[in-house]
């Protein structure tokens, strides 16, 4: 079982408790990947003739890339994570996909990882950028959305940071509210929803929240997107305090 002791960082006991329990912790799990995969556009016809290359930001266990794998049979994925528990279970899970599926270590504070040797159609990210505070995120969105090639998209699934403390308050009790619900509908007791209780991960709840958690509100993060100079900037799903939201590059 991981601590719920604050910590500066997410460690490698944490990426092993989400393992067993991501499935009961995100809202709407399924609906996030799926609204993710809705929004990257069909590749153009001609790209049948060679890779088209999506990037996956913190890829977990590999759900987000298996959906992207099955959804453009033409693609091929290279993942990100820095856990090697993480990217053992997404090479594990995804290994029928051959070399269409690449898993990689990295820090996404870092810089390097973002230059890539081709244009970039889709880079995705779930649950993951809320670990950078606001400048940081702000500089993430900038290089990606200059590695991606004409039409490409960022797209993100995240935790947002609500306006208000009644907005805050309407977050926390959705949350609460669907972790049981998935609790008893995948597990069927409430095991699962008392060891989120436990472990204090409804952040909108916790009065000394982890100093690795440090949402932004989604009005900066989509002005964000816009100055890094991406066209139809929206979000396009939201649930208890995750949203799913993104931009275009223009063709």
Known sequence: MYSSEPKAAWDEEDSLGFLDDGRFFVPGREEQLAAICDLVPVPPAGAARRPVHLVDLCCGEGLLSGALLARFPQARVHAYDGSPAMLERARRTLAAAGDRFEASRFALEETAWRRFPWPVHAAVSSLAIHHLDGEAKRRLFADLA????????????????????EANALAAA???????????????????????LDLRWNLYTDPAPDPSEKPSALFDQLRWLAEAGLQAVDVCWMKAGHAVFGGRKPD
């Open 146 to 165: 200059a590695a991606l090639g004409p039409g490409g998209v960022l797209v993100i699934a995240d935790l947002v940071q609500p306006a208000t403390v």
């Open 174 to 196: 959705a949350w609460d509210a669907e972790v049981r619900r998935r609790a008893l509908a995948l597990a069927g007791d409430l095991a699962p929803y008392q060891r989120f």
